[in-house]
T-cell receptor
Framework: DAGVIQSPRHEVTEMGQEVTLRCKPISGHNSLFWYRQTMMRGLELLIYFNNNVPIDDSGMPEDRFSAKMPNASFSTLKIQPSEPRDSAVYFC????????????FGDGTRLSIL | RKEVEQDPGPFNVPEGATVAFNCTYSNSASQSFFWYRQDCRKEPKLLMSVYSSGNEDGRFTAQLNRASQYISLLIRDSKLSDSATYLCVVNQAGTALIFGKGTTLSVSS
């Protein structure tokens, strides 16, 4: 069975550039989550969607971050302009429901902003 | 008080040892509880759900104490392959999962 698929696996870019991370959730899952993980802050929830609708984006650090889910099988997280402090591993996860159900994670995107 | 708190460790144990991790949560309305495992440079993976009556999966036993608002994970007969970070995860109705920062386990031969 296909799990959550993220791309790219690694991204290295210079500060000021636009970065777009992509995620394909598990088929049939109604909820999708974007996380950021660093050593200092651990796993932080940025935003999550239910049935393609954003439910809570209070974790998005600032206006430079935006996320979309145009359909049930695709989501993007965009950073524009990127800054060195955005360097982290970004995970996408999906679940049958954001209420009470476990989440399944993709392999993550390792982002380095120089 | 943080919503989900764990002792970061590291816990260093020899092979064959029994080790236990605890996790406390702040919201008494929490309804679902999980343990996730994360290997170095990998994604978190669901290890097991935690049920009110306690549950076991092979060498792993999870317990829930609602009155004291803590969850535990017991690992018996530790293997080298158990070395990882264990994340305590709590869910409240109407919100997404809340992850603890994790407890690091290192099993040595």
């Amino acid at each position: 069975d296909a799990g959550v698929i993220q791309s790219p696996r690694h991204e290295v870019t210079e500060m000021g550039q636009e970065v777009t991370l992509r995620c394909k959730p598990i088929s049939g899952h109604n909820s999708l989550f974007w996380y950021r993980q660093t050593m200092m802050r651990g796993l932080e929830l940025l935003i999550y969607f239910n049935n393609n609708v954003p439910i809570d984006d209070s974790g998005m650090p600032e206006d430079r971050f935006s996320a979309k889910m145009p359909n049930a099988s695709f989501s993007t997280l965009k950073i524009q302009p990127s800054e060195p402090r955005d360097s982290a591993v970004y995970f996408c996860a999906s679940s049958l429901s954001y209420r009470l159900q476990p989440q399944h994670f993709g392999d993550g995107t390792r982002l380095s902003i120089l | 008080r943080k919503e989900v708190e764990q002792d970061p460790g590291p816990f260093n144990v020899p092979e064959g040892a029994t080790v236990a991790f605890n996790c406390t949560y702040s919201n008494s309305a929490s309804q679902s509880f999980f343990w996730y495992r994360q290997d170095c440079r990998k994604e978190p993976k669901l290890l097991m759900s935690v049920y009110s009556s306690g549950n076991e999966d092979g060498r792993f036993t999870a317990q829930l104490n609602r009155a004291s608002q803590y969850i535990s994970l017991l690992i018996r007969d530790s293997k080298l392959s158990d070395s990882a970070t264990y994340l305590c995860v709590v869910n409240q109705a109407g919100t997404a999962l809340i992850f603890g920062k994790g407890t690091t386990l290192s099993v040595s031969s």
